[in-house]
Nanobody, 129 residues
Framework: QARLVESGGGSVQAGGSLRLSCAASVYISRSYSMAWFRQAPGKEREGVAFINAGNRATYYADSVLGRFTLSQDNAKNTLYLQMNSLKPEDTGMYHC??????????????????????WGQGTQVTVSS
């Protein structure tokens, strides 16, 4: 049974940092495109960071570009999201997702949720001002 397990969330003050982890089944992490999504209370879920299957190219939402960075540890089958310079608007439940597709080009389309089959339970991030 394929699964994704997130960890690393918590409460920080604005300007602080957190590193989220997404531990994946072996075949997911090596063969699938993966992304981090977040959902704030009362708002729709939005994609924030993406890594493409195959060439492992990354794409970030404008709201996090320059502050969030994806990395992968293939030995641990884990995807990381390093989040720096956190803002109160970064608050939300962060979910890791995986889909069996290769994005032809980087862009907002990589966050179309119908492309993702596996989802983790999420980890909460709270940023206070």
């Amino acid at each position: 049974q394929a699964r994704l397990v997130e960890s690393g969330g918590g409460s920080v003050q604005a300007g602080g940092s957190l590193r989220l982890s997404c531990a994946a089944s072996v075949y997911i992490s090596r063969s699938y495109s993966m992304a981090w999504f977040r959902q704030a209370p009362g708002k729709e879920r939005e994609g924030v960071a993406f890594i493409n299957a195959g060439n492992r190219a990354t794409y970030y939402a404008d709201s996090v570009l320059g502050r969030f960075t994806l990395s992968q540890d293939n030995a641990k089958n884990t995807l990381y999201l390093q989040m720096n310079s956190l803002k109160p608007e970064d608050t939300g439940m962060y979910h890791c997702a995986a889909g069996a597709f290769v994005a032809p080009r980087a862009g907002p389309g990589v966050f179309r949720e119908s492309q993702y089959y596996y989802w983790g339970q999420g980890t909460q991030v709270t940023v206070s001002s």
